[in-house]
């Protein structure tokens, strides 16, 4: 498998971005409109979440704790 880091957006809670590797094919496949979890399976729910919205697994348990 092809890893590559992708930066992610902008946390909304901290204002930091993140990088997350994922798989080059995989990552074609979820910016052409893929869902997330059938393209990046490897991900867990915490990264996928990272590259969906920047909200870093951190930043998103004080925003919902």
Same mark, same amino acid.
């Given at each position: 498998?092809?890893?590559?880091?992708?930066? *992610? =957006? &902008?946390?909304?809670? $901290?204002? #930091? &971005?993140? *990088?997350?590797? %994922?798989?080059? #094919?995989?990552?074609?496949?979820? &910016?052409?409109?893929?869902?997330?979890? &059938? $393209?990046? =399976?490897?991900?867990? %729910?915490?990264? %996928?979440?990272?590259?969906?919205?920047? *909200?870093? =697994?951190?930043?998103?348990?004080?925003?919902? %704790?």
């Amino acid at each position: 498998m092809n890893l590559v880091d992708i930066q *992610t =957006p &902008r946390c909304m809670m $901290c204002g #930091k &971005r993140g *990088t997350v590797s %994922a798989s080059s #094919k995989g990552v074609r496949r979820w &910016r052409e409109g893929e869902l997330i979890q &059938r $393209c990046l =399976p490897e991900l867990d %729910a915490d990264q %996928a979440e990272q590259m969906i919205s920047g *909200t870093h =697994p951190d930043c998103y348990e004080a925003l919902f %704790a």
